[in-house]
T-cell receptor, first 114, second 114 residues
C-alpha cells in the first residue's frame, strides 16, 4: 500500500543545474499537486493537475514546470535551479476536486541548491 | 486572498494534559477545513476534515471545531501523550483563484514531555 511515492528523497544541486522531481500515486486519484515548504511557513502550492492532461499554476509557479505524464505520475522540473528554490517539496494526490476527501501526501524531497 | 494563521507557533506540555491548538482564516467562504499532522522528515497525514456545513469532527482523542462565520477552528487533544509530539497544520479549501485548493497555516510544533 504505497500511496504517494516521491523520488529522490534528497538532492543537492549547483545553481543553474536542472532536475526533475518524480511523483507517483497508486490510489487512482484524479488530482495531483506540488507544494513547497519553507521554514516558518505553511505549504505553498506550486502547480496542480485537476485531471490527466491538465495542469495549472498555483501560488508560486515561477521557475518550475510540470508534466502530468499519465493518471499516476506528476513530475516537477526545475530548469535552472536557484538558491531561492532550496526547500522541501511535497507531492499530494486527491480523489477529485470538491469531493470533501483528504489529500494524501508523499514523504517529500529535500532539495538544497548551492 | 485567503490567509491562515496558527497560534501558538510552538507548545510544550507535560504528558496527560489536555490542549487546544488554534487556527484562524481571513475568508469565511470555505469549502472545508482540514487538520494535518507532520512528523519530522515525513509528509502530512490527514487527521480530521470538517466540511463547511459541519461544526465539529471527532476521532479518538482528537476533536476539531469550526466556526466559519468568525473564521476560526480549534483542535482539541485530550490526555496528551509523547507520541502526539509533531507539527500540526491547519489548511482551508476555499472558492477562489485556485479553485478549492488548500491554503496552509505555518503550523504549531507540539512537544509532549513524559
Amino acid at each position: 500500500n504505497a500511496g504517494v511515492t516521491q523520488t529522490p528523497k534528497f538532492q543537492v544541486l549547483k545553481t543553474g543545474q536542472s532536475m526533475t522531481l518524480q511523483c507517483a500515486q497508486d490510489m487512482n486519484h484524479n488530482s495531483m499537486y506540488w507544494y513547497r515548504q519553507d521554514p516558518g511557513m505553511g505549504l505553498r502550492l506550486i502547480y496542480y493537475s485537476a485531471s490527466e492532461g491538465t495542469t495549472d499554476k498555483g501560488e508560486v509557479p515561477n521557475g518550475y514546470n510540470v508534466s502530468r505524464l499519465n493518471k499516476r505520475e506528476f513530475s516537477l522540473r526545475l530548469e535552472s535551479a536557484a538558491p531561492s528554490q532550496t526547500s522541501v517539496y511535497f507531492c499530494a494526490s486527491f480523489y477529485r476536486d470538491y469531493s470533501n476527501q483528504p489529500q494524501h501526501f508523499g514523504d517529500g524531497t529535500r532539495l538544497s541548491i548551492l | 486572498k485567503q490567509e491562515v494563521t496558527q497560534i501558538p507557533a510552538a507548545l510544550s506540555v507535560p504528558e496527560g494534559e489536555n490542549l487546544v491548538l488554534n487556527c484562524s482564516f481571513t475568508d469565511s467562504a470555505i469549502y472545508n477545513l482540514q487538520w494535518f499532522r507532520q512528523d519530522p522528515g515525513k509528509g502530512l497525514t490527514s487527521l480530521l476534515l470538517i466540511q463547511s456545513s459541519q461544526r465539529e469532527q471527532t476521532s479518538g482523542r482528537l476533536n476539531a471545531s469550526l466556526d466559519k462565520s468568525s473564521g476560526r477552528s480549534t483542535l482539541y487533544i485530550a490526555a496528551s501523550q509523547p507520541g502526539d509530539s509533531a507539527t500540526y497544520l491547519c489548511a482551508v479549501s476555499s472558492e477562489g483563484e485556485y479553485g478549492n485548493k488548500l491554503v496552509f497555516g505555518a503550523g504549531t510544533i507540539l512537544r509532549v514531555k513524559s
